[in-house]
């Protein structure tokens, strides 16, 4: 059950309309990392979890989404307002004007319709907050380039109240993936290759400055077994 209180989530401002910066707003209103798509993503996996508890966290933080496409709508139909009967601002963004009437639509910032491949959905819990966590990094950073372009210190607010929510929902998807107990890399119910799961494959080689093969905790240590240029070592072997 769903009630809309009249009221944003959080209060918007803008001084100086700015119709090509609504433009950009509209990638965070329609977008692959927009908020549209946050509010579908956790609300469909909470309407699949079996867990009570993380299902309540799901569809507590996917209809605060929707609260925030609210803000990001109101947002950036302000700065296209001056769309509306200018015809000279109407040419930073033909879409909005002639086909929104200068308003937003379920479209990103390049015109490009919203759509459901957006979503990452799978049925499993650790897998899908896995995915929330890497969402909201991508709008957190979506949010702090909108903020650098930006000079209208009303909209500014706004951006930062929005980008900091990301930040608190990473929090909450860590926090729920962490109390599941599970090791990092259980994914699932089938076990990995033993004879395999552990070897880098050195696959990029060369020779010079940037050329120089790179070493760290990601390839070498007790667990990894690095092998060095496979595809070499298969053709010397004829394979």
């Known amino acids: 059950m769903f009630h809309h209180v009249k009221k944003l989530m959080y209060t918007v401002r803008v001084d100086s309309p700015d119709p090509r910066f609504g433009n950009m707003l509209l990638e965070q209103f329609g977008g692959a990392n927009g908020e549209l798509a946050a509010a579908m993503q956790y609300y469909v996996q909470g309407l699949n979890a079996d867990d009570p508890a993380r299902k309540d966290m799901l569809i507590d933080i996917g209809v605060e989404e929707l609260s925030h496409l609210e803000i990001i709508g109101t947002l950036a139909k302000m700065h296209l307002k001056p769309l509306k009967d200018d ?41 899908d907050l896995r995915s929330n966590i890497a969402a909201e990094a991508r709008a957190k950073i979506v949010y702090e380039r909108l903020i650098n372009f930006c000079d209208d210190r009303g909209t500014k607010d706004a951006l930062q109240f929005l980008m900091t929510r990301e930040i608190t929902h990473m929090m909450a998807f860590t926090a729920a993936l962490e109390s ?51 595809a070499f070592a298969a053709l010397k072997n004829g394979a």
């Open 87 to 127: 015809f000279k601002q109407a040419q930073a963004d033909p879409l909005a004007a002639v086909a929104g009437g200068g308003g937003v639509g379920l479209f990103n910032s390049q015109g490009n319709p919203w759509t459901a491949d957006y979503l990452k959905v799978t049925g499993e819990l650790d897998v």
């Open 180 to 230: 599941l107990g599970k090791d990092r890399f259980t994914i699932g119910k089938l076990p990995p290759s033993k004879d395999v799961v552990n070897k880098y494959f050195n696959d990029s080689t060369g020779e010079g400055e940037l050329g120089k093969d790179a070493r760290g905790p990601w390839n070498q240590g007790n667990q990894w077994e690095f092998e060095e240029s496979p």
